[in-house]
């Protein structure tokens, strides 16, 4: 296992359209984590799941943003009807319960987008 | 979470050691101060932790203020490939939530 995998690495897209972005957590991982970072700031918290339950969400999330994570494997991020305030970095992280005292989270390199 | 506070930017020479500061004045006795970077194009990943004394591992040292109301992460010899956007953040413990970023510092190495 080579770590947090996320797909694509880069999309461009025009304005109104919808994107989804996929992530791929280390195995057996069983908490993850979105996160959106513009430039020049650090990532800001998305949502995140354990196993297949979505806990907690910003407000960041509009309507417009749903994720999912069937049977607690992968996750995607959809945005509908994206807007150009919608680019930037979305970065994926996981981590596991049993290391509670460190509760590192490994991250992805992330998914660009960029709105036209 | 309690808010850190860490400058933009900082400057090192190559093979020298690097001292970023972090404040957290306002931290709980049950905070860990933990440290993260992010290399350019790459997402961030863990450096270290601690809770009240100094910590040692293979990337870096991480010296707590006897009050816990500051750290030191220290990078003994910096190479190029160190410099990165360093985060200083705290995590209650046993905290499986969300990590708050602030705007970090940059390290920039200079050859």
């Known amino acids: 296992d080579t770590g947090v995998s996320q797909n694509p690495r880069h999309k461009i897209t025009k304005r109104g359209q919808n994107v989804t972005f996929r992530c791929d957590p280390i195995?057996?991982?069983?908490?993850l984590y979105w996160y959106r970072q513009t430039l020049g700031q650090g990532p800001e918290f998305l949502t995140y799941f354990q196993n297949e339950a979505q806990l907690e969400k910003s407000r960041l999330l509009s309507d417009r943003f749903s994720a999912e994570r069937p049977k607690g494997s992968f996750s995607t991020l959809e945005i509908q009807r994206t807007e150009q305030g919608d680019s930037a970095m979305y970065l994926c992280?996981?981590?596991?319960?049993?290391?509670?005292?460190?509760?590192?989270?490994?991250f992805g390199a992330g998914t660009r987008l960029s709105v036209l | 979470d309690a808010k850190t506070t860490q400058p933009n930017s900082m400057e090192s020479n190559e093979e020298e050691p690097v001292h970023l500061p972090c404040n957290h004045s306002t931290i709980s006795g049950t905070d860990y101060i933990h440290w993260y970077r992010q290399l350019p194009s790459q997402g961030p990943e863990y450096v270290i932790h601690?809770?009240?004394s100094n910590v040692n591992n293979r990337m870096a040292s991480l010296a707590i203020a006897e009050d816990r109301k500051s750290s030191t992460l220290i990078l003994h010899r910096a190479t190029l490939r160190d410099a990165a956007v360093y985060y200083c953040i705290l995590r209650d413990w046993g905290s499986a939530r969300q990590l708050t970023f602030g705007s970090g510092t940059q390290l920039t190495v200079l050859p």
């Open positions: 195995s057996e991982h069983n908490r």
């Open positions: 601690g809770l009240t």
């Open positions: 992280a996981s981590s596991l319960d049993s290391d509670l005292a460190k509760n590192i989270q490994y």
